[in-house]
């Protein structure tokens, strides 16, 4: 049978009662939490209204407009590319408004940056065909 101490021996390296020296991570690296607050959240919620009522705007006047290029049997390949470019026109319009919402406050981190470029979109993205028919 083996010796007990030489198996322990074999179990450990010369030098392992050392302490290891850890990286530690300096203060001034750790970035500082975001928090929050509510005026942040209620301006939120109310920019991502304007852009639902913005894209219910857009589906207002994209189904009140007849649909000009419509496909006839026998039509060529250019009445076929000028139906779909008006079907992706009317489709984009009306998901704008969201996309928009979303992009902007999922990507860009400063809070001051944000509302911007929120509020440049909700003017920008007005269903302008609805507005002038109710004016």
Known sequence: MADPETDDDALSWAGDEQEIA???????????????????????????????????????????????????????ALATVAFAVNLLGRVAAVAAPVLWFVLAAWRIRTPSRRFAWLALGAVLLLPWPALMGLL
């Open 22 to 76: 850890r990286p530690t991570r300096p203060e001034a690296a750790v970035a500082p939490s975001r928090v929050t607050g509510a005026p942040t959240l209620v301006a939120l919620g109310i920019l991502g209204g304007i852009a639902l009522l913005e894209a219910l705007g857009w589906m207002r006047s994209v189904l009140s407009a007849t649909l000009e290029a419509t496909l006839e049997p026998g039509s060529g």
